[in-house]
């Protein structure tokens, strides 16, 4: 279930860079600013979750263990 979390995460964070692209382009400044600043949060949040801990297992892993 964090897999797929983590994997939407991504996806939402990619489409927000998108949308900022597009909308920078047209002229607007702070929309896509913050559009930015929150997709570069949510790629900070799923690093932050995949990244081993110092036994070797990941948060996602730790989370979903019984």
Known sequence: M?????????LT????????VFLWRKGERQRPALMA??????????????????GGQTLTSAATRP
Request: proline share 6%; aromatic share 2%; hydrophobic share 70%.
């Open 37 to 54: 600043i929150l997709a570069a949060v949510m790629i900070t949040n799923v690093v932050i979750w995949s990244l081993p801990t110092p």
């Open 2 to 10: 964090t897999d797929a979390a983590l994997s939407l995460a991504m």
């Open 13 to 20: 964070a990619l489409a927000l860079m998108a949308g900022a």
